[in-house]
């Protein structure tokens, strides 16, 4: 009567069987920490009096906030990071040059795999269950312990199972089906639950799009959000699992319990805008007027919708047009590998002739870090995933969620529009 995340964290704990609420401690596959996190976990790893950690294998340090160093703080914060990893050969440890941002970087890497537990001292570390790892985030001590005995304790998780029906418009994607979901549950609507996905229409989820929903899993309170292995998952893995790591691929039971069901389908859903200061406060965009909600600033990238499938609808919309005269529109790859094939596909130059900026990988703007930050006063569409008050600079500016498409339209016309 186990759901997929209760098989996963059975296996990992030893455990035959596991149920809500019980306390359990797991074995884990994978530990992550940021340029913000992690020297924290650092300092409390060394109160703890261990000479090693427990795997260098099994740990990846990756300075993708402030990357490339914005100022002394962030090159320190660096720093640290660089030095505990030389000192314990970190394997997986990446800066400028081979960094990317951590939840586009590692599943491109092979390093996340279906059936894994995996931790990271970041609240989107749920994005791995994109590819049926059972992934959550956690705070730094956690982190620094579990670098030293490859161990994390959990509460065994209810279940919401979010049933995905029907098939998708033109330009409708992963993020509107998370920001429909968490406009219909609310931000605390799945607190310390896993949000299962199932049902006919998950075939029409790329793998793309399932790492941009699970990733926001945490923006509807989830402790984490999955999706069972199928044909896409098993073809993506092969791609990118270079080393051959072997992996176990679980189900959930047929009689498994969920506290509730959520149902949505796919042909009904329109471009959906978050407006501020929440996720959950959901506009169609057929129901916002031209010209209705004014606009300063556009980004395209972040964890999200960085990937190569967001930088080409993007460029689609984008080509032979004309970014609006009052709108800055900043273009972020998510990693240096999509970065290189966006600009062999010849995207940049669209961005570049459209009036666009291209930046480097980074997480930069989405948390208010620096490479686009928001003046008083300021509004911005991103396709990132928060929209709280100061998100994005500072606290009287606001932001608006959406998809690459809608993002693209809106740079053009200086407002949230329509793409299609």
Known sequence: MMTLSQKILAAHAGKSSVKPGELIIADLDL????????PVAIEEFAKIGVDKVFDENKIAL????????????????VKVLRDFAKKYNIRHFYEMGQVGIEHALLPELGLTLPGELIIGADSHTCTYGALSAFSTGVGSTDMAVAMATGKAWFKVPEAIKIEITG?????????????????????EGARYMSMEFIGNGISELSVDDRLCISNMAIEAGGKNGIFETDDKTEEYIKSVNKSNKSYKIYKADDDAIYAKTVKINLSNLDCVVAFPHLPENKRYISDIKPGEVKINQVVIGSCTNGRLSDLRIAAEILKNKKVDKNIRCIVIPATQKIWKEAMNEGLFDIFIDS????STPTCGPCLGGHMGILA??????????????????????????????????????GYIANPG
């Open 31 to 38: 530990v992550l920490g940021n340029d913000i996190t992690a």
């Open 62 to 77: 990756i300075p993708d906030h402030f990357t490339p160093c914005k100022d002394i703080k962030s090159a320190e914060q």
């Open 167 to 187: 098939k998708f418009s033109k330009f409708v994607s992963g993020k509107d089906v998370i920001l429909e979901i968490i406009g219909q549950i609310g931000v």
């Open 355 to 358: 009036g666009c900026v291209v």
């Open 376 to 413: 008083k006063g300021e509004r911005a569409v991103a396709t990132t995933n928060r929209n709280f008050v100061g998100r994005m600079g500072h606290p009287e500016s606001e932001v608006y969620l959406s998809n690459p498409a809608v993002a693209a339209a809106s740079a053009i016309a």
